[in-house]
């Protein structure tokens, strides 16, 4: 059987999609990729409110039009794009699955939109679909799936999940694998849409179970605490990551997409850090939670590579953390893991930090909280703010709907960039002027500032009367908060060096790290390059 995967996605990777095209090639199916990113071919738009023009689902139909079932992913900010797809296919015929994390957590929703939903992990699902159907057999009672079928809902049972990953290679196959552009035409895939940057993910789950993340939702599903942690074989990463290098020439550069890469045992890591540094020998960035951090396998990881890690820190308030986030993270874990990074200062770039800001629930305290920490993490370091998103199904949504925060689906942000705090913060929420100021931080923490604040400034920007006055005065702050947006947009940008430029080495210095810390420029091959500020 012929069978098309569809991503909605705003990048090429889709790593569950391209384990689904693998699992059924073994077992006899033919498939082809599709990845519609609904943005330029350079991937220097993201917007995800921009739908699919008629001229790229005309060509998208075109494509599948041969093929006997055909699987769409998508994730919540995408899910209107998702439907664009399936109500594009619904003439042709073609029994049509919608899946992906979005479906799995608002299954009574995604039903209503289209008459097959996966709900939970697909490879084993879709291969059983696929076979009955061939094999001209009921197929209404295959787990992972909820049907719609004469005006009923058959709503299935779920599967173990799979635990076995070492065979699910990636399925980068240039032949088979498509990919649209500036939503308009569908191509090959090839070099210039993976650019830079090679993602890859030889993990799934995660050490916790926080309320506003679809993993506290598959923990409930699947009842099933061994869902947690499943990894693949180190030597089976290591393989899968020099197959997809040697199909593209532009890699330079590992970002490990794992929810921790600490799920790595010491042993793991250690096999790890020898395979990859002969193998690969490639600088790489990885994620890992501040409970996790190890001296000793921070080692390792030094020693293979790697260039930079990101750490989820979400709040300084300890209490959100445990009472409305359930993560039993706190302001110790976060410094003493600091602690840990910086004395490696000189071996690698800036560790990144993430909050999470923006969010209704919080009191004024806790956001001075999360204000205070980033003023103790010993820089330097970066800081991302992400605003606050009530995703469908999670614990943290349906407190705000019963709460009335989220009044109707557009209120909970599910739509908006998530890098771009101007967005969030134009939701209107609580203690606006406290989260202009962690936006403001975002970004290079240096000796001397926080992101595009002095850091002489902030005990004045603190002071109560000033904090009540922007409370009640937003209009300046808007503005502001526009303006910083804009400015973070700027993806390609001078490569500033004393080799191009002639630029002395204290100017350099004074550029401001959102000019610098992404910086885009093509030459003769088109290669992307990233200004380290140590």
Known sequence: MKIALISTDMHVYTHGLRAISTYLKQHGHETIIISMPSMNNVGLVKDYKRLYSDEALKNMAALVEDCQLVGVCSIAANFEKAIQVVDTIKPLKIPTVWGGIFPTTYSEFCIKHCDIICVGEGEMAICELADRIEANENYFDVKNFWFKKDNQVIKNSMRPMIHELDDLYPDYDLETNFVLENNKEIVKLSDKHLEYWLFYQGTRGCFYSCKFCCNYQLDKMYNDRSRKIRKKSVPAMIKDIKEIRSKFSTIKYVWFNDDDMNVLTIDETKQFSELYKKEINLPFKIYMSPPT??????????????????????????????????????????????????????????????????????????????????????????????????????????????????????????????????????????NFYLNCLINYMGGSTTRYRHGLLPKFILPFLLNTKIINFFDKNHNFLSVLNIAKSNLSKIKIVAYMSRKFFKVKGWIYGLVPIEIKKVIKIFLKKGVVYEVKER
Do not use: C, W
């Open 293 to 430: 951090v190890n001296e000793e396998k921070l080692k390792y990881f030094l020693e293979a590579g790697l260039d930079q890690i990101e750490l989820g820190i979400q709040t300084g308030s300890d209490r959100v953390n445990k009472e409305l986030y359930g993560r039993p993270i706190f302001r110790a874990n976060i410094l003493k893991a600091a602690k840990i990074l910086n004395k490696q200062k000189k071996r690698m770039s800036s560790p990144s930090y993430q909050i999470i800001a923006n969010n209704p629930y919080e009191n004024q305290q806790d956001v001075l909280d999360t204000i205070s920490l980033l003023q103790k993490i010993p820089a330097p370091y970066k800081m991302q703010p992400f605003g606050l998103v009530f995703f469908p199904g999670t614990p943290l949504y349906d407190m705000a709907v019963k709460d009335g925060i989220v009044k109707k689906f557009e209120d909970s942000g599910y739509d908006l960039d998530f890098n771009d705090m101007s967005q969030h913060l134009g939701l209107g929420r609580k």
